[in-house]
């Protein structure tokens, strides 16, 4: 049996942030900081992808790189960040990051040609992959497994209202400026959210060592990866993630280029997804303690796949429209919102000895069935939307039967003496 959180973090935390803190408001804004960076990034700069092929005369296929590499390159990243935070402590890895994160925010903003786009893209994306990984991590440091589910929540809701505001952001500054715009935006990003981890994150690692074994994290990897139970979980988690990115591997172009409606007008439509999965996030927070991981779990994976049917009979059974593509979207981003965070406190959950670890190989999952979704979709777009409905239908089909497994694990686990 995996030792108590509360036993596994207890000298630490009071040591840097003691539970009986009656505001501990500076590091629940950095969490929150950290938590919006990376999704942030990218829808900032989604509606952007239909200028950049008309900017540097590239295919979209071409243009779809800078999210999909940057998917699989942040997903190998955060195999490490987790580790390394448990060896050399969460705030350094998180003050390194964010360095990372301006300084390549600068140079995509004043890249000549598509090559250095996707390349800046790539190290501007692992900047701010770290970002989620340790704000979850830290949240399991400071509150422990049982709170963490509703802290989780919260910074669920964060990342989905971002993700709201992001798109809008982006097309507007892209239709006033450039498509270089969300870039520069970036960099006052960044230098911001080093400013405020500075101030707002103590560090919360259970005895962080001061060196890196690279045995060591295989070894943890391979207990994860050898526990049903993880694997229930971080597959759930990440194939629900996988419905949204394919999603927005298609409706950008469908949009613009197919329906002939500018950047800004996407990116307000485009709110409706996340702001269902900020309604799910929410409707998590009230109830995930009461009704337990997996049973949140079944229930955002039946709302996920039932919006996701919805969607592609609108879409194969009348002729294109936005709203046949976003309310059913909509619908999607509340199951995935009821979802992720029970989700992903369950993958954490599994050794409090590795919660680092844990939180890493869960990114990593995560960001490479995104980078797969999205680019499958993107490689057989033809100005319909076929791709996208096969896609969506198949991770959230997926998805679902994760949970229904996770949930059959964790309760037979609970009947077991």
């Known amino acids: 049996m995996p030792c108590s959180p509360s036993t596994a973090t207890e000298g630490i935390v009071l040591s840097a942030s003691s539970p009986t803190d009656a505001t501990p408001a500076p590091l629940i804004v950095s969490l929150i900081a950290l938590s919006v960076l990376s999704p942030m990034s990218i829808q900032i700069f989604v509606p952007a992808l239909p200028f950049i092929v008309a900017e540097f005369g590239v295919s979209a296929n071409v243009a779809q790189l800078t999210i999909t590499l940057s998917l699989v390159i942040t997903g190998i990243a955060t195999l490490f960040f987790g580790p390394l935070s448990d060896r050399y402590g969460r705030r350094r890895v998180v003050l390194a990051s964010l360095a990372v994160y301006a300084i390549s925010s600068a140079i995509c903003a004043l890249s000549p040609d598509i090559e250095t786009l996707v390349l800046m893209r790539n190290i501007q994306a692992l900047g701010a992959s770290s970002g989620v990984i340790l704000a979850r991590a830290i949240a399991v440091d400071r509150w422990g497994h049982n709170r963490s589910s509703t802290i989780l929540s919260y910074l669920t809701m964060a990342m989905g209202l971002s993700t709201v505001l992001s798109p809008s952001l982006g097309g507007f500054l892209i239709d006033l400026f450039g498509w270089w715009a969300p870039f520069a935006f970036g960099v006052l990003t960044g230098v911001g959210l080093f400013a405020i981890a500075w101030i707002g994150i103590p560090e919360t690692a259970a005895r962080p060592e001061g060196s890196f074994d690279l045995a060591s994290m295989l070894r943890g ?197």
């Open 221 to 417: 990897i391979r207990r994860l990866i050898a526990t049903p139970l993880f694997r229930g979980y971080a597959l759930a988690s990440g194939l629900v993630v996988g419905t949204f990115f394919s999603f927005i591997a298609a409706a950008p172009y469908l949009v613009v280029d197919v329906l002939g409606k500018s950047a800004t007008e996407y990116g307000l439509w485009f709110m409706l997804m996340p702001s269902g999965f900020i309604t799910g996030s929410l409707i998590s927070s009230q109830i995930a303690a009461r009704l337990g991981k997996a049973r949140m779990c079944l229930i955002g994976g039946s709302v996920s796949l039932f919006g996701a049917l919805a969607f592609a009979v609108a879409m194969l059974t009348q002729s294109l429209s936005i709203p046949a593509m976003f309310l059913p979207a909509m619908c999607i981003g509340l199951g995935n919102g009821l979802l992720m965070p029970s989700a992903q406190a369950g993958a954490l959950s599994v050794d409090a000895r590795l919660v680092g670890t844990a939180s890493g190989l869960a990114g990593f999952v995560m960001n490479l069935i995104a980078a797969g979704a999205s680019q499958i979709v993107a490689f057989f777009a033809d100005g319909t939307p076929r791709a996208v409905v096969a896609m969506v239908l198949l991770c959230a089909a997926s998805g679902f039967a994760s949970a229904l497994w996770a949930s059959r694990v964790e309760r037979r686990a609970q009947s077991t003496p």
